[in-house]
């Protein structure tokens, strides 16, 4: 969709190709008429106050109402349905599990006459929290209807940070609920997975406007396109270090993948930015927010604080400060902190290392040069083709 003459992903992603020049340049001048919160110690203490900073997630809202959107005791209601099964993901999902997830749908990928590695990961995720809700099937979830969810959704955004004629957000919005009617429409075809709604519904007495599918919906929508994208981001890392051995090793020592994908997940963070609306005029760390103040939250620039980072705009595959375990909790902040934080966030990091594993064992990364890229819809990926760097590795393809 076209707003103000503008491509609405070239808005977005230049939204966070505008968070990165803030980072590399403290005096750049945001081209966006919103407060930009970038330090540590400021987006702490908005984080430890998630009821004076509430979310502001309405674009999402026009697909479906889930505990990722909501705020307060909606949100206390809402997670409660949902948490049983995020407590224990860990546990349903062991280590070896995930690789397993991984490494089948990379040997599809392998095997496919047009294979998409973005596709490849977020079929991944979603068998993962679809055995994480104890499910035996795969939720239904094609690649058509996820990528027009996905176009309509960043509609949305540029809608919501530009402003559209109404005649255009009207026409985004129909084609959200369209889109949802299509995706609870196939869920129904699954009497499994509407066991597991049954269940939602059973657990959400009483909970006003409380859709089971609409639920479900947020929560794949969050598991699926972030940890795609820290594979993605993963991925495109090694193509800028494909000569380093370490990396490049199928055997790669477990740790040393944890601190190649810790700065991964610093640098090009799936979540660039989140954005709150500050619900009473308060003073916050000496500084004062009006009631209504619409504020983002750079993840960008709160990993790239001078003060918490030595040289924080460069790649480092061993970062001393991971390394040595060295670093501020709050300035590295990936699943955010505070009560808001991912629901998910144990299960994610274990996955991208396994799903990094078993590509590993598949797959040598070939260097890249071209120039590096971001596009952003629902998380932050990188612009390259990817594809073109992957060879599968000799022992594998015979
Ligand atoms: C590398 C992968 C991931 C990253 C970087 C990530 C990051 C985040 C961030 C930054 C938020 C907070 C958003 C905000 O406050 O505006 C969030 C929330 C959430 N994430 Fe993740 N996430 C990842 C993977 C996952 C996975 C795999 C799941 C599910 C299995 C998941 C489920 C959720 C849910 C349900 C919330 C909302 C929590 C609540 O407030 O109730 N995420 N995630």
Redesign the pocket.
């Known amino acids: 969709m076209k707003i103000n003459g503008m491509d609405s992903r070239d808005i977005l992603s230049g939204l966070v190709v505008n968070l990165y020049k803030k980072a590399i340049n403290p005096s750049f001048e945001f081209p966006l008429a919103i407060r930009l919160i970038d330090t540590p110690d400021l987006a702490k203490a908005i984080?430890l106050a998630p009821d004076t900073f509430v979310?502001n997630?309405f674009f999402l809202e026009s697909l479906s109402k889930?505990?990722?959107s909501?705020n307060g005791e909606d949100?206390k209601r809402?997670?409660a349905i949902?948490q049983p099964f995020?407590s224990q993901?860990t546990t349903v999902l062991d280590e070896q599990a995930l690789e397993a997830i991984y490494a089948k749908h990379i040997q599809l990928y392998l095997h496919s006459s047009q294979p998409k590695l973005s596709e490849t990961f977020i079929n991944a995720?979603l068998e993962?929290?679809s055995r994480?809700f104890g499910l035996s099937n795969n939720i239904a979830w094609p690649a058509e209807l996820v990528s027009r969810a996905r176009a309509a959704l960043v509609d949305q955004q540029a809608i919501a940070w530009l402003g559209s004629s109404p005649k255009l957000a009207e026409q985004s919005q129909r084609e959200l609920r369209l889109i949802f009617a299509e995706f609870s429409s196939l869920w129904q075809a699954d009497p499994e997975l509407m066991q597991l709604l049954d269940q939602f519904n059973a657990r959400a007495q009483g909970l006003a406007d409380f859709s089971a599918a609409g639920e479900l919906l947020?929560?794949l929508f969050?598991?699926?396109e972030?940890?795609a994208?820290?594979m993605l981001w993963a991925i495109e890392c090694m193509t800028r270090y494909a000569t380093l051995p370490a990396i490049m090793h199928p055997e790669l020592h477990p740790a040393e993948i944890g601190f190649f994908l810790d700065e991964v997940?610093r640098i090009f963070?799936?979540?660039p930015y989140?954005?709150?609306v500050c619900t009473k005029a308060s003073v916050i760390n000496g500084q004062a927010f009006a009631e209504n103040e619409a504020i983002i939250i750079s993840?960008v620039g709160v990993h790239s604080d001078p003060k918490h980072w030595h040289e924080p705009l460069l790649f480092k595959p061993k970062r001393e400060e991971f390394v040595n375990a060295s670093y501020a909790r709050h300035a590295y902040?990936?699943?955010?902190s505070g009560?808001?934080?991912?629901?998910?966030?144990k299960?994610?990091?274990q996955?991208?290392k396994c799903g990094m594993q078993a590509l590993l064992k598949v797959f040598a990364v070939q260097a890249c040069v071209e120039p590096r890229g971001l596009d952003y819809g629902l998380?932050s990926r990188p612009s390259v083709q990817l594809e073109r760097y992957l060879t599968p590795r000799l022992e594998v393809s015979v």
């Open positions: 984080f979310k997630y889930g505990r990722f909501a949100w809402r997670a949902t995020y993901a995720a993962a929290i994480m947020q929560s969050a598991a699926t972030t940890a994208s820290g997940l963070t799936p979540v989140v954005s709150r993840i902040i990936p699943f955010l009560p808001r934080a991912c629901a998910g966030m299960l994610a990091r996955e991208v998380a």
